[in-house]
């Protein structure tokens, strides 16, 4: 029975060739619709959220009492990424800081020592961090990621100086060739940047200011709002579970406080609350989106299945009029729409991977993969669709035969 | 005339028109929607970029005179046993212009976290600081402020002036720190944004050319009866061009009209619903959306041209 179904299903599809490639074009290009704005609106949401999160929006600064004042040193930097770190994953880039005031040109200027574009290995991996992977920022005289001479100075955007800059520091002078321009657009304009061992070597001086870090956000809700305003003290179990394993600025700050007790963890509010705010908006419009994609997608394959059945009306006439029954034109439809449907999914997958890489390569310059559970959804929607559509149309299949055949 | 044959045809083809109708003016509201989803980001981001404060410190000369912002005076002074800066400003004001910072608790008087941290002072809790009798608000910042107790009064000789400016570089070569360390990223983001909208549009209009296209392919066999009664009474080959032509210019006109009040719609849902935001008006939208349709539907008139073209009357009259 199978076998004949499909037999005839081939042969109607021979037999009415334009009319079934049209078919499956349709089911196809709907298809590939869904599955590519899908992929791209997934995929767009954390690259957009990685755009923005390209510049500090934490400082960590030694914890200071009335008492003490704790040290932080660069192992602690490494330890953002060591796997003591729940939300390690989502620290992008850390940076260790430390201050001096210098001299150059004769007048006063901020001196700050720190990694240019450091490896780090920690826990077995290896990591660049550093001041100059901070991708924010925008850089003049070569490229992020670029070597940079550890003899070299980079210099804030408002710091007037040529190819090198004669810098007086604890009263050692020094030449250093300028490496690159750092433009931020906050305080670190101001400063001459040194690699933090040349730094030491000038300064004698071994501990940390600050460590700058910039991590990867959650937009914040009422939990986290909670968190903010009251503590977590207040929280139940499974609250306060929901809250560290959600990656929100305040929760991120709880375990690089865990992860680092010597450190007091400032979350830069003027740039998370953007960063917050820009994500939560972006989110929202790409799952209305989505759904708006999801609709079009499925109408345009009801449709094309209602044209499709509606034009093979007459055939349905006459194999009713040989004694086929309801039941055997309904499977007769189905087989057809089915076989449309396969060879649709396969075109869809072939059409969305080409258009999401080369969408995606244009617009972030980086290549999205579709994803795997969406292809499958996606090859499903036809299948799903079909045998709706069909349900629908199946009402039509009680039409008289004479007029059908008239 | 021309129009009563037209309404006539469409009236007796409702039933397969509704659905490729309900096609295009949702690809076209998809497509509308997208353009001005983009448009509408620019409004969204800037109106978020508020939340980053305070864009401009200006730091006056003696004696000079700032009329706006808010002016913040700062001295030390002793707190218990620590020394700690103190400022003087329009605490109201200077929250409402930092609409990002975090005040924990109801106190009068802002004591910054570090400095809270460091000399152990809780929210609510009583404070006197030079003279000054209140309750302690903790404010997290992120900014310098966190280190200063701020009080409410009037700065006479302010130390700073805090300004939030669409046009900081106004203040370049002032005595000025202008902070736009996240300016770069906006403008990275809303160019995203704008290419990725764009290809979302052209691939949805490319999308309803296609299906609108195979749609007409589908059903266009199944006109030729129609066809050929209409040329065995005497109509020539161009007068049923033109009633086709006709017939599918007034469902493009339909459906665009249709598509772009939906994109309306959506547009509207979308980014008032999920951005909380207006959206904004696109005459971009406008004619993407009456091209698209125009272009889909002349290409499938075209479909039921060629169609009619390739068959004899006769042929026409039996369905062949």
Sequence with gaps: MIGFLFRTAIKSAFIQKYRFVSLAVTIAVASALLITLATLYLNAESQLALGLSGIPNMVLEPQKSVVATSRLTTDDVAALKSRKHFWRNNILNAAPVAFAEGQFDGKPVKVAGTWFDKQVSVDGESYNLGLLRFKGWEQKGGPIGGPVDRNAVVIGANVAAGDSVRLTVNGTQRVFPVARTLKTGSYWDDYVFLDLDNFRELTGKDALDQVLVGALIKPKDKLATRAELYGTEGFTEAEFQAWYCSPYASAIAYTIKETVPPAEVKVLRRVTEVQEGIIQASSGVFMALFVLTLITAVTAIFAGEKMYASAKMRELGIMAAIGASRQRLFLQLVTEVGLASLVAAAVAYLLSWGLVRSVSLSVFTIGFQANGILIAASALTPFLVSLVALLFLRKGLNKNVVEVLR | ?320
């Design chain 2, 1 to 320: 005339m021309l129009f009563r044959v037209v309404s006539a045809s469409i009236r007796h083809r409702l039933g397969l028109y509704v659905p490729m109708l309900i096609t295009i003016i949702i690809s076209l509201a998809l497509l509308g929607a997208a353009e001005i989803v983009g448009v509408s980001f620019k409004g969204i981001v800037n109106r978020e970029m508020e939340k980053y404060g305070a864009n401009v410190i200006l730091i006056p000369e003696k004696g000079e005179v700032v009329n706006e912002g808010v002016p913040v005076q700062v001295r030390n002074t002793r707190l218990g046993d620590a020394e700690v800066n103190l400022a003087m400003a329009n605490t109201g004001a200077l929250l409402a212009m930092n609409p990002g910072w975090l005040v924990k608790g109801e106190g009068d008087v802002l004591v910054g976290s570090s400095v809270a941290a460091q000399l152990g002072l809780t929210r609510d809790s009583p404070i006197e600081i030079d003279g000054i009798q209140g309750k302690v608000a903790i404010l997290e910042s992120g900014t310098e402020f966190d280190a200063f107790v701020i009080v409410n009064g009037e700065a006479a000789q302010p130390s700073m002036v805090l300004l939030k400016t669409a046009d900081p570089a106004q203040y370049k070569g002032k005595n000025a720190i202008i902070l736009e360390e996240i300016t770069r990223a906006k403008y990275g983001f809303l160019e995203s944004i704008r290419r990725l909208m764009l290809y979302v549009a052209l691939i949805s209009a490319l999308s309803a050319i296609a299906v609108i296209i195979n749609l007409a392919r589908i059903d266009a066999g199944e006109r030729q009866k129609e066809f050929g009664i209409l040329g065995a009474l005497g109509a020539l080959p161009s007068t049923i061009a033109r009633f086709i032509l006709a017939e599918f210019l007034l469902l493009s006109g339909f459906s665009a009209v249709l598509g772009l009040v939906f994109s309306m719609a959506l547009s509207w849902a979308l980014v008032a619903l999920t951005a909380k935001a207006w959206p904004a008006l696109s005459f971009g939208a406008v004619w993407y959306v009456f091209g698209t349709a125009l272009a889909s539907f002349v290409l499938a008139s075209s479909i039921y041209i060629m169609e009619f073209r390739r068959h004899s009357i006769v042929e026409e009259i039996r369905g062949e």
